[in-house]
């Protein structure tokens, strides 16, 4: 099974700060199989990015990924009040699996 | 506007079985790719397992000798069964639709239920 280990666990920023947020594999993963996730409380988590750096549907462009390999990134470029919450790297090898989660906090 | 709703009994006595159902309002079911993600309260994510139509099922390795799901194509509906539950399966349980790229299946859940929060206690 492919862990994947998300860093830091908290990040504590201000609005129009940028946020960088980090996701490693123990395994290679496929860029196709990398996507990010934004969960706020009580509600279910939310697609932010596919296939590594492609946005979904929605999402504002401040919202970026890249990477490759087993080191995966996912950048907000400036923060908005909405961005705060929880953020969740998955990736999709032999199985299914997601990261820990990043918390953004102001 | 596609849309998902979990049902299913709040409560769950140990060692028996949880039974949950996703309804599916909008789309064909048939169409795509759907999982099942269970939350614990104040933890992460974890994946349950996924089902495409009737005849193709990839469950989590942790957890594939309890979980069995199901598609209704009739009824637009798919299903999660979970055997000999403990208090370790309470969680909120999540439907979601996997999306495509490329033409291809994407682990990607571009579409989620709610939640609904399966407690288990005797």
């Known amino acids: 099974e492919i862990v994947l280990t998300q860093s830091p666990g908290t990040l504590s920023l201000s609005p129009g700060e940028r946020a960088t947020l980090s996701c490693r594999a123990s395994q290679s993963v496929s860029s196709d199989y990398l996507a990010w996730y934004q969960q706020k409380p009580g509600q279910a988590p939310r697609l932010l990015i596919y296939?590594?750096?492609n946005r979904a549907t929605g999402i504002p462009d401040r919202f970026s990924g890249s990477g490759s390999g087993t080191d995966f990134t996912l950048t907000i470029s400036r923060l908005e009040p909405e961005d705060f919450a929880v953020y969740y790297c998955q990736q999709y090898g032999n199985s299914l699996t997601f990261g820990g989660g990043t918390k953004v906090e102001i | 506007q596609v849309q998902l709703q979990e049902s299913g009994p709040g409560l769950v006595k140990p060692s028996e079985t949880l039974s949950l159902t996703c309804s599916v309002s909008g789309d064909s079911i048939s169409s795509y790719y759907w999982s099942w993600v269970r939350q614990p309260a104040g933890k992460g994510l974890e994946w349950i397992g996924r089902?495409?139509?009737?005849?193709?099922?990839k469950y989590n390795p942790s957890l594939k000798s309890r979980v069995t799901m199901s598609v209704d194509t009739s009824k637009n509906q798919f299903s999660l069964k979970l055997s000999s539950v403990t208090a370790a399966d309470t969680a909120v349980y999540y439907c979601?639709?996997?999306?495509?790229?490329?033409?291809?299946?994407?682990?990607?859940?571009?579409?989620w239920g709610q939640g609904t929060t399966v407690t288990v206690s005797s």
């Open positions: 296939a590594a750096s």
């Open positions: 089902i495409y139509n009737t005849v193709s099922t």
């Open positions: 979601a639709r996997h999306t495509y790229y490329n033409g291809w299946f994407s682990p990607a859940m571009d579409l």
